[in-house]
């Protein structure tokens, strides 16, 4: 071996036993003090403007009310409706306010603000370098409901937006497709619609159970639409169904709840599916044909809910004026973990 390689041997050697030390392996830096925690939306008192957010480590050990007011100095709205997440950016959707507050997730600290153009906001859901957002319109009128379109670049509504039947709820987006719960808004309907993100149009709409809360996917790919019917003080009751969609025919199968249950707050992990009806939360895998006779957990109180990693956290609002509560139960056991107090009105849970 000439001397000109074994330079080359050694200097390798030290590149080698230097990058391995203990003392240069790279660690990722924090991204924010609300990286890798639970976010909480908080109604607030209808028409006082006090909606917020909180954030809490996953053992609810640690809670931090009122995060927007605090970073930003300025109060959040009225009516913090939903948030949804597009990379580093939080979407904040404000319904009273008519407003999208957009935040980095992580830090909190404002990015962007939409306060034009929308009209009774309630969802958002993002594709093909897009934000659509759910709108009722005037609750009176059943013909003014539509997708507002974001232009994600510059956090802008687009000029163009699409019309759908009455009351879009929850949406979600599949790659190139969006799926819109018509819940009904201040009425009942019993619709989803299909929108292409290409060319924002609505290329379907299937017909599903009555009020339509909840839509999720499972690891197969199923859309999972979790219908609450109508309740009894309609006049009209009609009972609760789970509807099974193959999101590339867009057909659907169901299994129905009975007459007067009205379940709500469906959470997908895997294949595994959970929802809340009567106070309880029922559990059953993705495959199966009949609803769960047994419950995991009863004697709740949930606004709403949500699953992570085993670990089920679901919100109370008590009695609407004073604050919530905030509490998680090991789902392996079906067991209480921990309980906090959260802000006015909790509304959901993000994991972030």
């Known amino acids: 071996m000439n001397l000109k390689r074994i330079a080359v041997v050694l200097v390798s050697l030290t590149f080698v036993f230097t990058s391995c030390s203990s003392d240069?392996?790279?660690?990722?830096?924090?991204?924010?003090?609300?990286?890798?925690?639970?976010?909480?939306s908080h109604e607030g008192n209808f028409g006082q403007g006090n909606a917020s957010i909180s954030f809490a480590t996953y053992d609810l050990e640690t809670v931090e009310n009122n995060v927007f007011n605090t970073i930003n100095s300025s109060l959040l709205g009225d009516t913090a409706q939903s948030i949804a997440f597009n990379d580093d950016l939080a979407y904040i959707v404000l319904n009273v306010s008519n407003k999208i507050e957009i935040v980095n997730r992580y830090t909190f600290e404002s990015v962007a603000?939409?306060?034009?153009?929308?009209?009774?906001?309630?969802?958002?859901?993002?594709?093909?370098?897009?934000?659509?957002?759910?709108?009722?319109?005037?609750?009176?009128?059943?013909?003014?409901?539509?997708?507002?379109?974001?232009?994600?670049?510059?956090?802008?509504?687009?000029?163009n937006t699409i019309s759908v039947v009455e009351g879009p709820e929850e949406i979600i987006a599949n790659g190139n497709t969006i799926y819109v719960a018509q819940q009904g808004g201040f009425s009942q309907n019993d619709k989803v619609s299909v929108i292409d993100a290409t060319s924002d149009a609505v290329t379907a709409t299937i017909t599903v159970g009555d009020v339509p809360n909840t839509l999720q996917f499972d690891a197969s790919g199923n859309l999972w639409v979790l219908c609450g019917g109508?309740?009894?003080?309609?006049?009209?009751e009609t009972a609760g169904k789970l509807f099974k969609i193959n999101t590339v025919t867009n057909t659907a199968t169901s299994i129905d709840f009975d007459v007067t249950?009205?379940?709500?707050?469906?959470?997908?992990?895997?294949?595994?599916?959970?929802?809340?009806?009567?106070?309880?939360?029922?559990?059953?895998?993705?495959?199966?044909?009949?609803?769960?006779?047994n419950s995991e957990i009863s004697g709740l109180s949930f606004y709403n809910m949500n699953v992570n990693n085993g670990v089920l956290y679901g919100v109370d609002a008590g009695d609407f004026a004073s604050k919530g509560t905030l509490t998680s139960y090991q789902l392996s056991t079906n067991t209480l973990i921990n309980t906090t107090t959260v802000n006015i009105i909790p509304g959901s849970v993000y994991f972030n």
């Open 230 to 236: 109508k309740p009894a003080w309609t006049g009209s």
């Open 261 to 293: 249950e009205h379940p709500n707050f469906l959470s997908v992990e895997n294949d595994t599916l959970y929802y809340y009806l009567d106070g309880s939360v029922y559990k059953m895998n993705n495959s199966e044909t009949t609803l769960p006779t």
């Open 113 to 159: 603000t939409i306060n034009s153009g929308l009209s009774n906001p309630r969802f958002i859901a993002f594709s093909n370098g897009k934000g659509y957002v759910t709108n009722w319109g005037d609750g009176g009128n059943a013909t003014d409901d539509y997708i507002a379109i974001i232009d994600l670049s510059i956090n802008t509504l687009a000029s």
């Open 24 to 40: 240069d392996v790279s660690v990722p830096s924090p991204k924010g003090d609300y990286e890798n925690g639970i976010l909480i």
